[in-house]
């Protein structure tokens, strides 16, 4: 947005006009090719390097990805016809990498053995990955179909409430799974993170919330030393949503989820109000929640201790912390610059939840650093056209949730990238797109779709406005 | 609101900027270190991937490696006669790391030296696999075997050296281990009862364990008298009365072992009875600075590298009356066979004390040589003249004196027999010791140190001359053999 052009910056993406803009959907149709293209080589590679052959399943994997993703372009074409062009390939080609990943650790004889040790018997992932993957795009298409405008969805600001406590509060009557509460286990069903769809439905909770109550929590505030210190009752939400999520570290001993739902809330809230203090209040808050859980939570402690010094209790800490983090931290670094190459990597010795939390590991070993930054990058991009669909969104509610959504997004990208990493304490969370897991994958298709919906709102061209019969009628004779 | 909604980008894409520095730091920076950590497996798993280069003896390669079908490790690696050549080659464990010569050159074993890199390059482009080069030791394969024979179920070492290169001809050491046992990655069950073993069957006791060297001793004593000008003359009586009480102490004599003609004895015959008198009192003449510095000459006070380390031996600073003791190989004097193997050695090399070493080269997989050990010199611990004076002495302590056991006909042998006491009041089971070296027109070809740890054979029957010489002839004898 350089001062010199000649039109406002605004122009291209928020004035409202009448002139259409272009769809852009030949250019999505472009960039989807590449994105099944690209897992479908990887796919390929991995097949050959480990056995020395194509993979059987080739036809049906491409095929199936490939379907999958021309059913959400056209449906895109026919029911969000102005939306960005970038989410769906990005969303695609990640969802797409994942499969190939999953499907390569699904080879190791190391996690075969290992899980038949554990369980007596091996199920490989992949399958389970692509259906799932099915029914993400489902919901995916399902969203816009049926969500005609987003707007719809300030109706049930209360309600989403209401489900989005439900949902976090859910897994703490279920028995924790490697010390996080995290899950809800349905018999015949398998298990559900509902941590994953409780992120969207909060952001359109606090999108609700907050576009109605914006001024009061701008505007009745008092200026302190250069900053608006907010009256004393319009703490109230901010300290419930901070109480909320020590309640969640304490109780679900999962300091990922607190984590992303106050950064969340001190994003919308940040944005919703355009006052500084409140991200001064939040970093303050979450800082002294954190040292105060972490000095009295012994699971927390244990993952500072792993993230402090991997290797010093490597072989000491019967919880397997340490030994976890290292294990990552080793095989990014035995990945190196360009990586061992697809399936020839030993990426595979994390055996625990190798192709889920730690799946990033598997990129870094493998890829290498050129892989990692690439994905990074992917990722960043989705972020960044989330943030540009808030930008562009012409009402107030889809600014907060599109900003919303994309915050969430960007914060979880950090914290499990950064967690496996070594960059800070390691949470249990999942990679969106990349790892293995239902939850993640079908609530991470519906936020794209959610974006698509408000972005498609946003550039779509104003209706041209109803021709007046009185203009018609009064005729301007001049002179 | 689009201004906090920009920030708001900015702050994400800060976010996704600390994760690529972070992954910058962990796969560029820090990559090497990673990658080698000493927790990281895939260094063993790379270890294991192909078969590892062989450690050669005399040609042949005492170590291999077979294909194990396990999930980890594609190779594992095997020993041939494993108890025997386990005090040069050390283990490579899969489980268990490695040590001695599997460890100093694993590099060049797996292929991974730098000196291999063209090698692993053509290997690359070719298509074939990584290949490990070969390591070629000096060792002389039936030396070895008569030293390890000869040691037999007895707890003790033997080391022999090729006096004119400092080439390790034996390194034997019992009760031993077969390293093929913990080669595995089943194998700790194994590994448990080696390491509990009390007879600690995995210690190198050639190279890794001190004894009182006792009466061998003397020769670096004998060596010390001659080079510092104390006696100049082998037949020429020296000044030792007898009885001899220690300097310094309020009459506490020092005695020998029975009656034997000590008094006023030349060097040739204290060397002969073994007279603890005669080098006792030398040691007291010439102090503990003057005997210190001869000892380090030959080697005493420093580790060796070989390049398998040797421990220490030790010729310690002490006061007048331990200093003479010392003089005879007791109080704090401590010596590794290698050691010793080294006096010997540097007595028949005329003075010259040479490097002792074990790898003779290392060879890529295609076999060029990628590097030769020249043999050096180490030391002259005592001159061309006084070496042939003290070779003459040890020549007649194997004609007639104590270690005639180790005579070997028309070569000329010469020795010197000792019993070490050790433990309280000297009450464990006494360390038979015996030196030697063999010479023919060539020079010397071997210089022979042989240590047994108290067996339970009574006390009269320990001394050196009796269970240790014999051993040290086969030695010789099987050294011989081969020089022809």
Redesign the interface.
């Known amino acids: 947005m350089s001062a010199t052009s000649p039109l406002p910056n605004?122009t291209a993406t928020?004035t409202i006009s009448t002139v259409g803009l272009p769809s852009r959907r030949n250019t999505e149709l472009a960039l989807l090719v590449f994105a099944v293209l690209i897992p479908c080589f990887a796919y390929a590679n991995v097949g050959l390097a480990m056995d020395g052959a194509m993979p059987s399943g080739m036809l049906g994997y491409s095929l199936g990805l490939g379907l999958m993703a021309g059913v959400a372009h056209l449906v895109v074409r026919k029911f969000a016809r102005y939306a960005d062009p970038l989410l769906l390939p990005l969303a695609t080609l990640l969802n797409g990498l994942g499969l190939v990943l999953i499907w390569r650790l699904d080879q190791s004889?190391?996690l075969i053995?290992r899980a038949k040790s554990a369980f007596g018997s091996f199920q490989p992932d992949a399958p389970k990955q692509l259906l799932f993957t099915a029914v993400g795009i489902a919901l995916f298409i399902g969203v816009l179909m049926l969500l005609k405008d987003h707007r719809i969805l300030q109706r049930y600001t209360y309600i989403s409430m209401a489900v989005a406590l439900f949902l976090l509060v859910v897994p703490m009557f279920f028995p924790a799974v490697n010390g996080a509460k995290i899950w809800i286990s349905i018999p015949g069903l398998g298990t559900i993170q509902p941590g994953e769809f409780a992120k969207i439905v909060i952001a359109v909770f606090f999108s609700g919330y907050l576009m109605v109550k914006r001024d009061a929590l701008a505007l009745a505030s008092r200026r302190f030393m250069g900053m608006y210190l907010p009256r004393g009752r319009d703490l109230g939400p901010i300290l419930a949503v901070w109480a909320m999520s020590i309640l969640i570290l304490v109780f679900e001993t999962d300091l990922g989820t607190s984590l992303l739902f106050f950064g969340l809330f001190v994003?919308m809230l940040?944005?919703?109000t355009?006052r500084t203090s409140w991200i001064f209040f939040g970093l303050l808050m979450s800082a002294v929640g954190a040292v105060g859980v972490a000095t009295f939570e012994s699971h927390v402690q244990k993952r500072v201790n792993a993230w402090l010094d991997p290797?010093a209790c490597?072989?000491t800490d019967p919880s397997g912390a340490c030994q976890q983090i290292?294990d990552a931290?080793?095989s990014?670094?035995?990945?190196?610059?360009l990586g061992s190459g697809l399936g020839q990597g030993?990426s595979d010795?994390i055996g625990f939840a190798a192709n889920a939390d730690f799946i990033l590991s598997t990129v870094?070993e493998e890829l290498?650093?050129a892989g990692?930054?690439a994905l990074?990058?992917l990722?960043?991009l989705i972020?960044?056209r989330g943030?540009?669909t808030?930008?562009a969104a012409r009402d107030?509610f889809g600014?907060l949730l599109a900003?919303g959504l994309?915050?969430a997004f960007?914060?979880q990208?950090?914290v499990v990238?950064?967690g496996v990493?070594?960059?800070i304490p390691l949470t249990g969370m999942t990679m969106p797109f990349l790892a293995a897991g239902g939850s993640s994958i079908i609530a991470n298709w519906a936020l794209i779709g959610i974006l698509i919906r408000i972005s498609d709102t946003a550039r779509r061209p104003a209706p041209s406005p109803a021709s007046s019969p009185d203009a018609e009628m009064t005729q301007v004779v001049r002179p | 609101?689009?201004?906090?909604?920009?920030?708001?980008?900015i702050?994400?894409?800060l976010?996704?900027l600390?994760?690529?520095i972070?992954?910058?730091w962990?796969?560029?920076v820090?990559?090497?270190?990673?990658?080698t950590?000493k927790?990281?497996?895939?260094v063993d798993?790379a270890r294991y991937s192909q078969p590892r280069g062989n450690i050669i003896v005399d040609g042949d390669a005492v170590t291999g490696s077979t294909e194990t079908g396990g999930?980890?490790y594609k190779y594992k690696r095997t020993y041939k006669n494993g108890e025997m050549w386990a005090p040069v080659t050390g283990y490579s464990s899969q489980v268990f790391d490695s040590n001695q010569l599997e460890k100093l050159e694993d590099k060049v074993l797996t292929g991974d030296d730098d000196r291999l890199f063209f090698n692993r390059t053509v290997d690359m482009i070719t298509g074939k696999g990584k290949k490990g080069g070969d390591v070629i030791t000096t060792l002389n394969a039936q030396a070895q075997e008569a030293a390890f024979k000869g040691l037999g179920d007895k707890k003790g070492a033997v080391a022999a050296l090729d006096p004119r290169t400092g080439k390790i001809l034996a390194l034997a050491s019992t009760p031993s281990y077969d390293p093929s046992t913990i080669a595995g990655a089943n194998d700790s069950k194994a590994w448990t009862s080696l390491q509990n073993d009390k007879n600690q069957p995995m210690l190198n006791r050639a190279l890794k364990q001190t004894y009182p060297p006792g009466s061998t001793f003397k020769v670096v004593t004998a060596a010390a008298a001659l080079q510092n000008g104390l006696y100049s003359d082998p037949d020429v009586k020296t000044d030792s009365p007898l009885p001899w009480v220690l300097p310094d102490t309020a009459g506490v004599q020092l005695s020998n072992e029975g009656n034997i003609p000590c008094q006023n004895a030349t060097l040739r015959d204290a060397l002969k009875y073994s007279c603890n008198t005669v080098f006792g009192k030398i040691s007291a003449d010439l102090g503990n600075q003057k005997m210190m510095d001869e000892a380090q000459k030959f080697g005493f006070n420093n580790t060796i590298d070989t390049p398998v380390r040797a421990v220490k031996s030790v010729y310690p600073k002490d006061n007048r009356p331990q200093n003479a003791m010392a003089g005879i190989g007791q109080a704090s004097n401590r010596a590794t066979p290698l050691q010793m193997a080294m006096v010997a050695s540097a007595v028949a090399n005329n003075g010259k004390l040479m490097e002792p070493y074990m790898v003779d080269k290392l060879r890529a997989p295609n076999l060029n040589v990628i590097e030769q050990h020249k043999p050096k010199e180490m030391s002259q611990p005592l001159s061309a003249a006084n070496a042939q004076k003290l070779q003459s002495m040890m020549e007649t302590v194997v004609q007639n004196g104590t270690g005639t056991a180790a005579q070997i006909d028309g070569v000329k042998v010469g020795g010197k027999t000792g019993t070490a006491q050790h433990g309280v009041d000297n009450s464990g089971n006494p360390y038979a010791w015996f030196i030697s070296y063999a010479k023919t027109d060539n020079g010397s070809p071997v210089a022979v140190a042989v240590v047994i740890e108290g067996s339970d054979t009574t006390r009269d029957d320990i001394a050196g001359g009796k269970l240790a010489a014999p051993i040290a002839k086969s030695v010789m004898e099987a050294v011989l053999k081969t020089e022809k």
């Not at chain 1, 990014?332 to 610059?337: E, I, P, Y």
């Not at chain 2, 609101?1 to 980008?9: H, L």
Request: glycine share 12%; proline share 3%; net charge positive.
């Open positions: 605004a928020t004889p190391r053995q994003v940040y944005v919703a355009e290797f490597y072989k290292g931290v080793m990014f670094g035995s990945g190196g610059t030993n010795l870094g290498g650093l990692m930054m990074l990058l990722y960043g972020v960044e943030v540009r808030a930008l107030p600014k900003v994309s915050g960007a914060l990208v950090f990238a950064g990493m070594g960059l | 609101m689009n201004k906090p909604v920009r920030r708001i980008a702050f994400c894409g976010l996704v600390a994760l690529m972070r992954d910058n962990i796969q560029f820090q990559a090497d270190e990673l990658k950590n927790h990281n497996h895939r798993i999930i980890d």
